[in-house]
């Protein structure tokens, strides 16, 4: 170890005091190493003149600039230092990458500070030994990523829960028709990955459930999931569809992105994994209000075409009268209407009493739907957990000028996504959205064609009012929309709007080039706005490169909708100790090297839920995170880590290492 | 003799084949053939639900074989076969007709491609009954890992496997570690040190006791198959051999030479540099000219050599976001001079990058777009041998303009090694035409490779970042921990065999077999199959002139039967 | 046309306003926003890029910036916060100092202590040549016999009138040379060939739009244009009783409330009086686009008019209420304030957009006309080399 070497330290700050990093320059002030410590504010631009021109290199072997982006000025102390003729080697600690920015802890400043000096890893002088690993693995989220985990573990014969907040794994990609550069159809390149984690002897789906609490340390922890009362049993239930057959309350499809309806009980997909029905409590007619006739059941019996006004008038007599079963309802029923009537008309007063029970009723298994089941909750222990929540898709009611919410063939790109699926509403027939009577949006298959179509690039990314991120997938699906648009309907004049194209992964500007080639106008310049003129959507924009004002009257609008932190991240990092960046992604340990690892050793990050990506790298990021877990259960060790920061510790290590 | 009850399905696979296909009435016109118990069609057979529609039938139908008729067996045959096994089955007892790619997907008339996928489920039914069964079988997996290449990604990689306690042997050409990476000083979007970051790296690499580093040496040869891969080692000393069960290639990729390009004057006009050379200079501290003064101007020129038919098609990927990182540089060191971007399309892809974009044009740049593809910048040198003035039509204001520079940066694209081929060679795998390496599947497999045991990682796959190709190395770093972690490994069953009988011992097999599986028996006189090598391309089988070996699952018999279902049904519909 | 990008130029913009537009990474969003952009004639992005560029003979033929009336609807959704609203203003600012042939509008606006000079030191003129001629008359007269204010004997309204003419003279010289200026820079020098009877037929708009400012009409904020017509017709309507009709308008006499020159004073006042206080209101609060960002040269103008008017009251209330003394003190302080307002303001600062605007649409359909002209000519050729093929 070279003893003599002197170090200079500049610590820059932003609109930080000087004084808040004083314990730090006290403790390192008594090093024989440290020659100078100068605190600068980085908005204080005279003193930084006069530190960096008063530098005296000559002086120093190292200097370490410290500080939230150190590495903006490297290069102004570099070209000071190169004038003088002498090279000595300039560090960087940046704030972020030790866990300094949120806020000023001096004791783990200081320690940082000495792993630059000693040359000792940051990790190192962090760690608690050794902690012993279960190897049990978690894996929140069962997208592509969490999928993609899941299976790297299970192959490694390594037990893996699988937790996922829906009722069917898959995620997003579940939702896409194809995937770009190489048009594979998603669904057939990712449902058998769903089929294999569903029979993966390895793995255990949680689906429907959420994570209610973390105990423990990394190797070790305590983890308590809430399975939401899913009302259906998953070993009875054969898929029949009976149920919701007979199911007459409805809500907005969440797989074919609201553009279809769905029942109450429903199963989200023809392949989902499970492919078991599941109850949505929130529209359950039954759970919502169990066996009560009342005033508005009555309305809307009498509003009936052919139901007898004397059984409604029967009907007034059970009104708000709590009954616990379906036996007994029925019972009541042939007590007050009659029993033929209850045959002719009592699966119609199920319908529209609060006491329906369809389900049930016409469930071929016993015992198989279990309307009054309540959540529960169970208890894993495992070693390690990876995250891999994915993303929300950016609300575009919140770009007010395109309209969308207000015109009904305003779409986002995951509704266009599900229009053209052969397995969506219309089986893949792209048609314009009409209105039925209650002025919901409807696609009907025999629906007409759009005759053109706009693709709007940077909704909700790109933008200061929104999210001021690229999303990176938006301009490359986007290009994928338009050829598949242009595929099924050649005759459409299809448009794509843009800032920048994207295309920057393998393959993808060959991809780009072969759709510039089919006939589609792709135009550089933002659309400004959609607006509803003669009853006729108008679109208007500046198209940059003719330098010519855009006014066109377009059938169908889509706007390619950017990615946002799923809603829930918050309340995860709250329950998981982990960090967020400011927009709310999940914060990775070092932005180069470790970006599937996060500040808690045992818990690692996958996919989206890291910052925007396409499929395969938001694979191989799952891939990644699994590798740290096998890592650490071959090995049957994982590091510890340190909350608090004892400096004695530290001092100790740091004294081994330099004998 | 066993009576024949065969199961059908076809797929509908959404509208990719329903759209071109009648699949019902190919499911009526199936029905109607000898031995087939059941015809179905189902939306999508590979789901759980279609898969279960098969075990079902198996169940109460006690079919023995199953034809499924949907795309290319590459992706799913894996999943019917498992399906199969599910019901008790022998996998082997499937066949699967493709009716997406070689029918719905390359035909336009309904009607013709309905007929001919008629034909192609009929061959499939009329093979399947001569299938056998055969059994899986199994190799054990040797711990040790070899990884050529240790850039960034090959050190990621080793250290993640060796973290966990196996042997890793690294491999290096040059005499140093630390790849690309190593030329770099900062990085983007946050201007990190990768200098510490490698360095760093490097260390832990160079100290770790299970990973064995050999420098300046070559692959000279690789035999084996997963699991027990074996490998020739040589530098200038000495040849080695190395036994380890998996392979991971991180070769990384090189610097395109722009001095092709006639318009920029690479070499021919001073002060205009390439990205490293000017990466060089930062490394050193004194951005300086020629004549050794700082310059008070200094372009840009993105996408060089890239995202142009004539040089490269695609998208070099880092050199947007390295011109801003150089943008942000320049002006820390000079804040005075005044720096020209030439881009074409500013992409800003990763994670805070469009945040960099957004506060790096408050610098004193000036960011100019051209076209990349049609019209590249002038670069002429002035006749002070100061300047060099770039003449160019912008995109965003329409003038064409020319600016005046002392030193003009050329991004550089960066292109696959030049032994790729030679690397993919000796390693059983495939490259693209750009030179990268093909990986299993560009969706879903980015890091597996066709050949079972061998891996890529980082820029050798396609150009990418620093923490990308990390990723990238430790995705292939847990399918290695994977394979080591069971111990053994599945291994392919439709091998070729040798009836002794017939053999006559001439060994034109053994000259023609790619996999040098084939070894010739002095005792017996007879040529034999090393079954774990072999990967039943039937090469031999074609060879053998006696017709002594069989490649099995896919005999003679079968074939001949499977074509003559084929025939049969397009003479029966025509 | 082969332009020299200027990167120098940049610096030099920035001292005219806001800086934000630095930011722009071209969407095209601002301009499609714009309810004034039409095909032909599109703005404001491709300003920002001639700014951020540095295109200066670009910059200097550039009529868009007269031709927006910072609505601000550019800068509402604008995704880099890249202010093209603010930006236009700040193009306004500096393209009065290019046409500007005497380099004051420059200083002004590129240095607060040097407007502040020229203000004091035109008032300090002003109370100088007050303080030394107030020692010409005879004080006996300067209260009438009934003890009511004798303005004019005080400041007899030839002598003023005579003053004001010379400052008019001054004012005009200035506006028109400027205006010959930026006729040069805008027609001449891009190569525009004008057919001279369109100087005559385009001509209705130069005034139509003078009067009404009909175009601003077109932006969404209906009552800023209200406001703001209210306040250019009370100026115009102050400016020429002033200037022209001081005889008239400055009289010792008190005529009745219905009298025409009272009727005109108080509307004018009235016009003048609630528009700079709406303005003075708006910028101060920052709610809107257009309000939010403020040059200190906004400030001086619409604060010295402010106190132009405010004088101006006080001298008349002094006057109807006959407090001599009181009137001829306020009415140096209202010389003194409205003096330096005109010198600096109409031909050198903001003010001077009165002119500049509608002499640009002017030229804008000049240009339009122009354009067509050669359009026809095209065809025409075409026509013919057609016909002689044929």
Same mark, same amino acid.
């Given at each position: 170890?070279?003893?003599?070497?002197?170090?200079?330290?500049?610590?820059?700050?932003?609109?930080?005091?000087?004084?808040?990093?004083?314990?730090?320059?006290?403790?390192?002030?008594?090093?024989?190493?440290?020659?100078?410590?100068?605190?600068?504010?980085?908005?204080?631009?005279?003193?930084?003149?006069?530190?960096?021109?008063?530098?005296?290199?000559?002086?120093?072997?190292?200097?370490?600039?410290?500080?939230?982006?150190?590495?903006?000025?490297?290069?102004?102390?570099?070209?000071?230092?190169?004038?003088?003729?002498?090279?000595?080697?300039?560090?960087?600690?940046?704030?972020?990458?030790?866990?300094?920015?949120?806020?000023?802890?001096?004791?783990?400043?200081?320690?940082?500070?000495?792993?630059?000096?000693?040359?000792?890893?940051?990790?190192?002088?962090?760690?608690?030994?050794?902690?012993?690993?279960?190897?049990?693995?978690?894996?929140?989220?069962?997208?592509?990523?969490?999928?993609?985990?899941?299976?790297?573990?299970?192959?490694?014969?390594?037990?893996?829960?699988?937790?996922?907040?829906?009722?069917?794994?898959?995620?997003?990609?579940?939702?896409?028709?194809?995937?770009?550069?190489?048009?594979?159809?998603?669904?057939?390149?990712?449902?058998?990955?769903?089929?294999?984690?569903?029979?993966?002897?390895?793995?255990?789906?949680?689906?429907?459930?959420?994570?209610?609490?973390?105990?423990?340390?990394?190797?070790?922890?305590?983890?308590?999931?809430?399975?939401?009362?899913?009302?259906?049993?998953?070993?009875?239930?054969?898929?029949?569809?009976?149920?919701?057959?007979?199911?007459?309350?409805?809500?907005?499809?969440?797989?074919?992105?609201?553009?279809?309806?769905?029942?109450?009980?429903?199963?989200?997909?023809?392949?989902?994994?499970?492919?078991?029905?599941?109850?949505?409590?929130?529209?359950?007619?039954?759970?919502?209000?169990?066996?009560?006739?009342?005033?508005?059941?009555?309305?809307?019996?009498?509003?009936?075409?052919?139901?007898?006004?004397?059984?409604?008038?029967?009907?007034?007599?059970?009104?708000?009268?709590?009954?616990?079963?379906?036996?007994?309802?029925?019972?009541?029923?042939?007590?007050?209407?009659?029993?033929?009537?209850?045959?002719?008309?009592?699966?119609?007063?199920?319908?529209?009493?609060?006491?329906?029970?369809?389900?049930?009723?016409?469930?071929?298994?016993?015992?198989?739907?279990?309307?009054?089941?309540?959540?529960?909750?169970?208890?894993?222990?495992?070693?390690?957990?990876?995250?891999?929540?994915?993303?929300?898709?950016?609300?575009?009611?919140?770009?007010?000028?395109?309209?969308?919410?207000?015109?009904?063939?305003?779409?986002?790109?995951?509704?266009?996504?599900?229009?053209?699926?052969?397995?969506?509403?219309?089986?893949?027939?792209?048609?314009?959205?009409?209105?039925?009577?209650?002025?919901?949006?409807?696609?009907?298959?025999?629906?007409?064609?759009?005759?053109?179509?706009?693709?709007?690039?940077?909704?909700?990314?790109?933008?200061?009012?929104?999210?001021?991120?690229?999303?990176?997938?938006?301009?490359?699906?986007?290009?994928?929309?338009?050829?598949?648009?242009?595929?099924?309907?050649?005759?459409?004049?299809?448009?794509?709007?843009?800032?920048?194209?994207?295309?920057?992964?393998?393959?993808?500007?060959?991809?780009?080039?072969?759709?510039?080639?089919?006939?589609?106008?792709?135009?550089?310049?933002?659309?400004?706005?959609?607006?509803?003129?003669?009853?006729?959507?108008?679109?208007?924009?500046?198209?940059?490169?003719?330098?010519?004002?855009?006014?066109?009257?377009?059938?169908?609008?889509?706007?390619?909708?950017?990615?946002?932190?799923?809603?829930?991240?918050?309340?995860?990092?709250?329950?998981?100790?982990?960090?967020?960046?400011?927009?709310?992604?999940?914060?990775?340990?070092?932005?180069?090297?470790?970006?599937?690892?996060?500040?808690?050793?045992?818990?690692?990050?996958?996919?989206?839920?890291?910052?925007?990506?396409?499929?395969?790298?938001?694979?191989?990021?799952?891939?990644?995170?699994?590798?740290?877990?096998?890592?650490?259960?071959?090995?049957?060790?994982?590091?510890?880590?340190?909350?608090?920061?004892?400096?004695?510790?530290?001092?100790?290590?740091?004294?081994?290492?330099?004998? | 003799?066993?009576?024949?009850?065969?199961?059908?399905?076809?797929?509908?696979?959404?509208?990719?084949?329903?759209?071109?296909?009648?699949?019902?009435?190919?499911?009526?016109?199936?029905?109607?053939?000898?031995?087939?118990?059941?015809?179905?069609?189902?939306?999508?057979?590979?789901?759980?639900?279609?898969?279960?529609?098969?075990?079902?039938?198996?169940?109460?139908?006690?079919?023995?074989?199953?034809?499924?008729?949907?795309?290319?067996?590459?992706?799913?045959?894996?999943?019917?076969?498992?399906?199969?096994?599910?019901?008790?089955?022998?996998?082997?007892?499937?066949?699967?007709?493709?009716?997406?790619?070689?029918?719905?997907?390359?035909?336009?008339?309904?009607?013709?491609?309905?007929?001919?996928?008629?034909?192609?489920?009929?061959?499939?039914?009329?093979?399947?009954?001569?299938?056998?069964?055969?059994?899986?079988?199994?190799?054990?997996?040797?711990?040790?890992?070899?990884?050529?290449?240790?850039?960034?990604?090959?050190?990621?990689?080793?250290?993640?496997?060796?973290?966990?306690?196996?042997?890793?042997?690294?491999?290096?050409?040059?005499?140093?570690?630390?790849?690309?990476?190593?030329?770099?000083?900062?990085?983007?979007?946050?201007?990190?040190?990768?200098?510490?970051?490698?360095?760093?790296?490097?260390?832990?690499?160079?100290?770790?006791?299970?990973?064995?580093?050999?420098?300046?040496?070559?692959?000279?040869?690789?035999?084996?198959?997963?699991?027990?891969?074996?490998?020739?080692?040589?530098?200038?000393?000495?040849?080695?051999?190395?036994?380890?069960?998996?392979?991971?290639?991180?070769?990384?990729?090189?610097?395109?030479?722009?001095?092709?390009?006639?318009?920029?004057?690479?070499?021919?006009?001073?002060?205009?540099?390439?990205?490293?050379?000017?990466?060089?200079?930062?490394?050193?501290?004194?951005?300086?000219?020629?004549?050794?003064?700082?310059?008070?101007?200094?372009?840009?020129?993105?996408?060089?050599?890239?995202?142009?038919?004539?040089?490269?098609?695609?998208?070099?990927?880092?050199?947007?976001?390295?011109?801003?990182?150089?943008?942000?540089?320049?002006?820390?060191?000079?804040?005075?001079?005044?720096?020209?971007?030439?881009?074409?399309?500013?992409?800003?892809?990763?994670?805070?990058?469009?945040?960099?974009?957004?506060?790096?044009?408050?610098?004193?740049?000036?960011?100019?777009?051209?076209?990349?593809?049609?019209?590249?910048?002038?670069?002429?040198?002035?006749?002070?041998?100061?300047?060099?003035?770039?003449?160019?039509?912008?995109?965003?204001?329409?003038?064409?303009?020319?600016?005046?520079?002392?030193?003009?940066?050329?991004?550089?694209?960066?292109?696959?090694?030049?032994?790729?081929?030679?690397?993919?060679?000796?390693?059983?795998?495939?490259?693209?035409?750009?030179?990268?390496?093909?990986?299993?599947?560009?969706?879903?497999?980015?890091?597996?490779?066709?050949?079972?045991?061998?891996?890529?990682?980082?820029?050798?796959?396609?150009?990418?970042?620093?923490?990308?190709?990390?990723?990238?190395?430790?995705?292939?770093?847990?399918?290695?921990?994977?394979?080591?972690?069971?111990?053994?490994?599945?291994?392919?069953?439709?091998?070729?065999?040798?009836?002794?009988?017939?053999?006559?011992?001439?060994?034109?097999?053994?000259?023609?077999?790619?996999?040098?599986?084939?070894?010739?028996?002095?005792?017996?006189?007879?040529?034999?199959?090393?079954?774990?090598?072999?990967?039943?391309?039937?090469?031999?089988?074609?060879?053998?002139?006696?017709?002594?070996?069989?490649?099995?699952?896919?005999?003679?018999?079968?074939?001949?039967?499977?074509?003559?279902?084929?025939?049969?049904?397009?003479?029966?519909?025509? | 046309?082969?332009?020299?990008?200027?990167?120098?130029?940049?610096?030099?913009?920035?001292?005219? &306003?806001?800086?934000?537009?630095?930011? %722009? #990474?071209? *969407? @095209?969003? !601002?301009?499609?926003? +714009? $309810?004034?952009?039409?095909?032909?004639?599109?703005?404001?992005?491709?300003?920002?890029?001639?700014?951020?560029?540095?295109?200066?003979?670009?910059?200097? &033929?550039?009529?868009?910036?007269?031709? %927006? #009336?910072? *609505? @601000?609807? !550019?800068?509402?959704? +604008? $995704?880099?916060?890249?202010?093209?609203?603010?930006?236009?203003?700040?193009?306004?600012?500096?393209?009065?100092?290019?046409?500007?042939?005497?380099?004051?509008?420059?200083?002004?606006?590129?240095?607060?202590?040097?407007?502040?000079?020229?203000?004091?030191?035109?008032?300090?003129?002003?109370?100088?040549?007050?303080?030394?001629?107030?020692?010409?008359?005879?004080?006996?007269?300067?209260?009438?016999?009934?003890?009511?204010?004798?303005?004019?004997?005080?400041?007899?309204?030839?002598?003023?009138?005579?003053?004001?003419?010379?400052?008019?003279?001054?004012?005009?010289?200035?506006?028109?040379?400027?205006?010959?200026?930026?006729?040069?820079?805008?027609?001449?020098?891009?190569?525009?060939?004008?057919?001279?009877?369109?100087?005559?037929?385009?001509?209705?708009?130069?005034?139509?739009?003078?009067?009404?400012?009909?175009?601003?009409?077109?932006?969404?904020?209906?009552?800023?244009?209200?406001?703001?017509?209210?306040?250019?017709?009370?100026?115009?309507?102050?400016?020429?009783?002033?200037?022209?009709?001081?005889?008239?308008?400055?009289?010792?006499?008190?005529?009745?409330?219905?009298?025409?020159?009272?009727?005109?004073?108080?509307?004018?006042?009235?016009?003048?009086?609630?528009?700079?206080?709406?303005?003075?209101?708006?910028?101060?609060?920052?709610?809107?686009?257009?309000?939010?960002?403020?040059?200190?040269?906004?400030?001086?103008?619409?604060?010295?008019?402010?106190?132009?008017?405010?004088?101006?009251?006080?001298?008349?209330?002094?006057?109807?209420?006959?407090?001599?003394?009181?009137?001829?003190?306020?009415?140096?302080?209202?010389?003194?304030?409205?003096?330096?307002?005109?010198?600096?303001?109409?031909?050198?600062?903001?003010?001077?957009?009165?002119?500049?605007?509608?002499?640009?649409?002017?030229?804008?359909?000049?240009?339009?006309?122009?354009?067509?002209?050669?359009?026809?000519?095209?065809?025409?050729?075409?026509?013919?080399?057609?016909?002689?093929?044929?």
């Amino acid at each position: 170890m070279n003893l003599t070497q002197s170090i200079a330290i500049y610590l820059i700050h932003q609109n930080k005091h000087d004084a808040d990093f004083l314990p730090s320059k006290n403790y390192l002030k008594e090093l024989p190493e440290i020659k100078l410590f100068e605190c600068i504010n980085e908005c204080d631009k005279k003193t930084f003149k006069s530190a960096v021109s008063n530098i005296s290199p000559l002086e120093y072997d190292k200097i370490i600039l410290a500080g939230e982006n150190p590495g903006f000025y490297k290069d102004l102390f570099l070209s000071q230092i190169a004038l003088a003729g002498k090279n000595p080697e300039i560090l960087l600690l940046n704030f972020c990458d030790y866990g300094l920015n949120h806020f000023i802890d001096n004791n783990r400043l200081i320690a940082a500070f000495l792993g630059l000096v000693y040359n000792i890893p940051f990790k190192k002088l962090l760690s608690n030994g050794n902690l012993p690993v279960n190897d049990q693995t978690l894996i929140i989220g069962a997208g592509i990523a969490g999928i993609q985990a899941a299976l790297e573990i299970g192959n490694a014969n390594k037990k893996v829960f699988l937790l996922e907040k829906n009722a069917t794994i898959g995620g997003h990609m579940a939702m896409f028709d194809k995937t770009f550069p190489t048009l594979d159809c998603a669904a057939c390149i990712l449902t058998p990955k769903m089929v294999e984690v569903g029979q993966h002897p390895k793995i255990d789906l949680l689906t429907y459930s959420e994570l209610l609490e973390v105990k423990g340390n990394s190797g070790n922890y305590q983890v308590k999931i809430k399975k939401k009362a899913r009302k259906v049993d998953l070993k009875k239930c054969i898929g029949c569809g009976s149920c919701s057959a007979r199911c007459p309350s409805h809500a907005p499809s969440e797989f074919d992105s609201g553009i279809s309806l769905r029942n109450a009980i429903y199963i989200p997909f023809p392949q989902a994994v499970p492919n078991k029905y599941v109850v949505d409590s929130a529209i359950c007619r039954y759970v919502e209000s169990p066996y009560e006739i009342n005033a508005q059941t009555i309305k809307e019996l009498n509003k009936t075409a052919g139901f007898p006004k004397e059984i409604t008038e029967k009907l007034v007599v059970l009104k708000n009268k709590e009954i616990k079963s379906a036996v007994e309802f029925n019972s009541v029923l042939i007590e007050n209407i009659g029993e033929q009537n209850t045959e002719k008309y009592g699966e119609l007063i199920f319908e529209h009493t609060g006491a329906c029970k369809n389900c049930v009723r016409f469930c071929p298994v016993n015992d198989c739907i279990d309307l009054d089941e309540q959540d529960e909750e169970v208890e894993i222990n495992v070693g390690n957990i990876i995250l891999a929540t994915g993303f929300k898709a950016f609300d575009a009611k919140k770009a007010i000028q395109y309209g969308y919410g207000v015109y009904p063939n305003v779409l986002t790109s995951l509704e266009l996504e599900r229009l053209i699926n052969a397995s969506g509403p219309t089986s893949g027939k792209i048609v314009l959205a009409g209105l039925d009577k209650k002025g919901n949006r409807i696609f009907d298959k025999e629906g007409e064609k759009p005759k053109s179509l706009a693709i709007v690039h940077c909704v909700g990314s790109r933008d200061v009012n929104h999210n001021k991120y690229c999303s990176k997938v938006c301009c490359m699906y986007s290009l994928k929309l338009a050829h598949l648009v242009k595929e099924k309907l050649p005759e459409t004049t299809v448009y794509e709007y843009f800032i920048d194209m994207r295309a920057y992964g393998k393959g993808y500007e060959e991809f780009y080039n072969r759709i510039r080639n089919e006939g589609i106008n792709i135009i550089r310049g933002k659309t400004a706005k959609v607006e509803l003129k003669d009853d006729h959507l108008w679109i208007r924009g500046e198209d940059i490169l003719k330098k010519k004002l855009i006014e066109e009257k377009i059938e169908m609008v889509v706007l390619a909708i950017g990615l946002e932190p799923a809603s829930d991240n918050k309340a995860l990092a709250d329950i998981l100790g982990l960090q967020l960046s400011a927009e709310g992604w999940f914060k990775e340990n070092s932005s180069d090297t470790e970006t599937t690892l996060t500040n808690n050793q045992g818990i690692k990050i996958a996919g989206v839920c890291q910052g925007p990506k396409d499929i395969p790298d938001s694979v191989a990021q799952a891939s990644a995170a699994a590798a740290g877990v096998l890592k650490s259960i071959l090995k049957g060790e994982i590091k510890g880590e340190i909350k608090e920061i004892n400096l004695q510790h530290i001092e100790k290590i740091v004294k081994e290492q330099v004998q | 003799m066993e009576e024949y009850r065969i199961g059908v399905y076809i797929c509908w696979c959404g509208t990719n084949i329903a759209m071109m296909v009648d699949v019902e009435a190919v499911v009526e016109e199936i029905k109607k053939l000898p031995n087939v118990t059941i015809a179905k069609d189902y939306k999508y057979m590979c789901s759980d639900p279609g898969q279960d529609l098969i075990v079902k039938d198996i169940k109460e139908h006690h079919l023995n074989r199953i034809v499924v008729a949907a795309c290319s067996p590459r992706m799913h045959e894996p999943t019917f076969r498992k399906a199969l096994e599910n019901a008790g089955l022998n996998p082997y007892f499937f066949e699967m007709a493709n009716i997406r790619e070689q029918v719905s997907w390359v035909h336009t008339d309904r009607i013709e491609a309905t007929r001919k996928a008629k034909g192609l489920v009929a061959g499939a039914v009329k093979r399947v009954v001569h299938h056998k069964a055969l059994n899986k079988r199994y190799v054990d997996i040797h711990p040790a890992t070899l990884i050529i290449g240790a850039g960034v990604a090959g050190m990621s990689a080793a250290l993640e496997i060796a973290d966990s306690g196996q042997k890793v042997h690294l491999v290096e050409q040059c005499n140093q570690l630390g790849g690309m990476v190593r030329k770099v000083d900062l990085n983007y979007p946050y201007l990190n040190s990768s200098r510490q970051t490698i360095s760093q790296l490097i260390k832990n690499t160079e100290e770790h006791p299970d990973i064995q580093i050999y420098t300046e040496s070559k692959i000279d040869k690789i035999s084996g198959y997963i699991g027990n891969f074996r490998a020739l080692l040589s530098n200038h000393q000495e040849q080695r051999e190395l036994e380890f069960g998996n392979i991971l290639i991180a070769t990384g990729l090189k610097s395109f030479d722009p001095s092709i390009i006639e318009n920029y004057g690479y070499k021919r006009i001073p002060n205009v540099i390439t990205s490293a050379d000017f990466e060089k200079m930062l490394y050193s501290g004194l951005i300086h000219c020629e004549n050794g003064k700082e310059p008070g101007n200094i372009a840009i020129i993105h996408c060089v050599g890239s995202r142009n038919e004539n040089y490269h098609p695609y998208c070099s990927r880092t050199c947007c976001m390295t011109a801003l990182k150089y943008i942000n540089q320049i002006s820390s060191a000079a804040p005075e001079c005044n720096i020209y971007d030439i881009y074409a399309d500013m992409r800003a892809i990763g994670k805070d990058c469009e945040e960099l974009y957004a506060s790096t044009s408050k610098k004193n740049v000036m960011f100019l777009m051209f076209d990349q593809q049609h019209d590249l910048p002038v670069i002429k040198q002035n006749g002070n041998g100061k300047t060099v003035s770039i003449e160019f039509t912008e995109l965003l204001s329409g003038e064409s303009i020319h600016i005046q520079a002392n030193m003009v940066v050329l991004m550089t694209a960066v292109e696959s090694q030049a032994n790729n081929k030679e690397i993919a060679h000796l390693a059983g795998i495939s490259t693209d035409k750009n030179g990268f390496f093909i990986e299993k599947h560009p969706k879903l497999d980015p890091v597996a490779t066709t050949t079972e045991g061998v891996y890529i990682a980082g820029t050798c796959q396609s150009p990418k970042d620093i923490p990308d190709s990390i990723v990238q190395a430790k995705a292939a770093a847990a399918r290695i921990l994977a394979t080591i972690a069971k111990g053994k490994v599945q291994v392919e069953v439709t091998t070729a065999q040798v009836n002794e009988d017939i053999c006559c011992g001439c060994q034109c097999c053994a000259s023609v077999c790619p996999y040098s599986a084939i070894s010739y028996n002095e005792d017996k006189k007879v040529s034999e199959v090393n079954e774990i090598l072999c990967k039943g391309c039937g090469t031999c089988a074609s060879a053998c002139p006696s017709g002594a070996i069989v490649s099995k699952h896919f005999t003679d018999n079968q074939i001949l039967s499977q074509i003559t279902g084929v025939l049969e049904m397009q003479i029966e519909t025509a | 046309m082969e332009n020299l990008v200027n990167p120098k130029l940049r610096d030099e913009l920035k001292k005219f &306003g806001v800086q934000d537009w630095e930011g %722009c #990474y071209h *969407c @095209g969003q !601002c301009t499609a926003n +714009c $309810p004034l952009t039409e095909q032909g004639q599109l703005f404001p992005r491709k300003d920002i890029r001639s700014m951020q560029m540095g295109l200066k003979k670009t910059l200097a &033929g550039s009529l868009e910036p007269w031709l %927006c #009336y910072y *609505c @601000g609807d !550019c800068s509402k959704e +604008c $995704p880099r916060n890249a202010n093209p609203g603010e930006m236009m203003m700040a193009l306004r600012r500096y393209l009065t100092s290019v046409y500007d042939w005497t380099g004051i509008s420059k200083l002004i606006y590129n240095s607060k202590i040097a407007e502040f000079a020229l203000i004091f030191i035109i008032a300090a003129l002003v109370l100088i040549l007050s303080i030394i001629y107030s020692q010409v008359p005879d004080r006996s007269l300067w209260i009438t016999p009934e003890g009511g204010v004798a303005i004019n004997q005080f400041f007899p309204v030839e002598y003023v009138h005579f003053g004001d003419m010379v400052m008019f003279v001054l004012l005009a010289g200035l506006l028109i040379s400027n205006i010959v200026n930026m006729y040069f820079k805008v027609i001449v020098n891009q190569g525009i060939k004008v057919h001279f009877i369109n100087y005559f037929t385009e001509f209705w708009a130069l005034i139509w739009n003078f009067i009404s400012q009909k175009k601003f009409s077109k932006c969404d904020s209906k009552p800023y244009w209200y406001v703001h017509l209210f306040l250019v017709t009370a100026y115009v309507t102050l400016f020429v009783m002033v200037v022209a009709f001081l005889t008239w308008f400055q009289t010792d006499t008190i005529y009745a409330w219905y009298h025409p020159q009272r009727i005109l004073g108080y509307y004018a006042t009235l016009g003048l009086f609630a528009g700079t206080l709406y303005f003075i209101y708006q910028r101060s609060r920052k709610t809107k686009e257009n309000s939010k960002h403020s040059h200190y040269t906004d400030w001086t103008f619409i604060v010295l008019l402010f106190l132009s008017t405010l004088s101006g009251i006080l001298v008349h209330v002094f006057r109807i209420n006959g407090m001599a003394l009181a009137t001829y003190y306020i009415y140096i302080a209202h010389l003194m304030i409205l003096t330096p307002m005109l010198m600096i303001e109409v031909p050198f600062s903001k003010w001077s957009h009165l002119a500049y605007r509608p002499f640009a649409i002017y030229f804008a359909r000049l240009k339009k006309a122009a354009e067509n002209k050669q359009k026809e000519a095209n065809m025409e050729a075409t026509y013919k080399l057609k016909e002689s093929i044929a």
